[in-house]
Structure formats: C-alpha cells, structure tokens
C-alpha cells in the first residue's frame, strides 16, 4: 500500500506540480478546520484558521510568480515571432499589390478609438502566408493602456460575406507602435485577390486630440503604391473640428477632404488616388472650440 501511495504521489507531482499540492493541503487544511468547528477546542480552530490562510497567500504569491513568468515568456516569444515575421517580409518574393485601402477610426470623448478598415489586395510572385501591418497611436502611450488594445481580422468575399477570423499574433515594438501579423488559413496563391476586414479597440488612441485638444495627425504610408485609400474620422456627437493635408499638394497629388454630418456626428473623408510607396499622407484635426 505504501508503494503504490508512493506511486500516485509521485505521479500527482508530476502533472499537477506545486500548484497541485498546495490545493491539496489548501483542501485537507480546510477540511480540518470544519472538523475542528464542531469538535475542537478554540486554540485548534484558530490554529486550522490561520494555517489555511498561510497556505492561500502561499498560492496567491506562487500563482502571481507563475503568471508574471508566463506573461514575460509570452511577450518573448511574440517579440520573437514579430521579428522573424519581419524578417520573411524582407526575404520573401511574396508582394501585397494594394487596389483599395478603406479606413474608418470613430472616435469618443475621452479618446477611445473604434476602427475599421477594408482591404482588397492582389498577391504578386510568390504564395503569401500571413499579412504584416504596424500601427501607433502617435504618442508615447502608457503599458497599461496597450494591454487593453484588442484587434480582430477575418476574411471579407466580394459580397460582404464575413469568413472566419484569422489567428493574429501582435507585438509592441520599443518604439509605441503595434506590430500585427494575421496569419492566412491557407497560403495566398499568387495572383489571387484576398479581402481582409479589420476591426479593433483602442483605449485612449486620440487623447491629444480629444482630452489635450492639440492639433492630432492621422496618416498612414505603404511599403507598395497604392490605387486607392480613404481616411474617414468621425467625431463624437456634437465636435466639430478643422482640417489641413499632411505631405499633399495639387497638383501632384489626386486626392479630396470632405466634410459631412451623418447621425449627428461631424465625418471628415479623406480619399486617395494613385498613392506612391513610403510616402507619410493623411491630414491634420483641431478641435473648435
């Protein structure tokens, strides 16, 4: 019997390590002390008391350790992943051939951000595996608001049919931005269209705009020209704001801002034509006051 106690003991440990041992003494401790309730004396009652909440705390810390192991190993690997990713962009033949690039960031009060964007994309020379995009709030945002960012990418048909969500891995990189790849179901064969919809939440992205009231850049560049990209920003219900163009001019560039009010809420549409490659445009807000 004791063999064969030993046996399951030891097996115990091994699929259910510290944290298993804890909980059992944690059990058998707790057990004793309902016992000690209706038999005990007080000294034995008190002393069952404090014994379990020793062994609670113990499991708090070591459960607090774990954590903060996991999450640091986490960020390791996603570091990791987000670098060997970049990396593949560099080597592989594989190109993105943006024709459309729809984005939408609706904003609140208090700078939370809701945005959406459309792409429909064109896979040139080689099979692609995954989609790389960075993004940043541009300003130096706290930690605790980027663990709060969440983002979704799924597949879009040409008919607005949603498809399923893609697996997507995201680091931030030391300088604030938010490296996101979107992993395919299946490789992109070349020259075949592939239409993503993504969607995200972001605390606090248009706090300088929002909350500081300065003046707030909205812009975005491509590693590939661009056919077509629009930048639509849609205030909260009742602000108004002023524009200007950032890096654009007539008439070298093909483009057009428009103002307009839908449900109450002041829109500002920004839409490209022909847009070069590593070239920083959007526009600039301000709120009126």
Known sequence: MLKSFSQWLEKF??????????????????????????????????????????????????LSARVAKLESESRQYRSLLSTYCEMLTELQSSVF???????????????DTREFIT??????????AFFRL??????????????????????????????PSFVV???WRDDGRLDMVS???????????????????????CV?????????????SFRRPVERATYKIVLPPGVDARWG???????????????????????????LKNLPANRKVGMMLELKR
């Open 13 to 62: 440990l091994q699929d259910e390590g510290a944290v298993g041992v804890v909980k059992g003494l944690l059990g058998f401790v707790t057990f004793g002390a309902v016992l000690s309730a209706f038999f005990g004396s007080v000294a034995i009652r008190a002393a069952f008391v404090a014994t379990a909440l020793l062994l609670v705390f113990v499991l708090m810390v070591h």
């Open 97 to 111: 051939d943006i024709k459309v690039w729809e984005q939408e960031a609706v904003i609140e009060t208090n700078g």
């Open 119 to 128: 792409v429909t994309a064109v896979i040139r020379e080689a099979d692609a």
């Open 134 to 163: 960075v993004f940043g709030a541009g300003w130096d945002q706290p930690k605790a608001i980027q663990k709060e960012v969440t983002a979704r990418v799924r597949s879009l048909e040409v008919d607005g049919t949603e498809g």
């Open 169 to 171: 891995t995201s680091h």
């Open 183 to 205: 992993h395919f179901h299946s490789p992109a064969e070349v020259d075949s269209e592939v239409r993503l919809k993504m969607e995200w939440t972001w605390p606090r992205k």
């Open 208 to 220: 300088p705009l929002m909350v500081h009231q300065r003046p707030d850049r909205f812009v975005f």
């Open 245 to 271: 163009v950032v890096s654009l001019t007539r008439p070298r560039d093909d483009f057009e801002i428009v103002p307009s009010t839908s449900g109450g809420r002041t829109e500002i549409k920004l839409t």
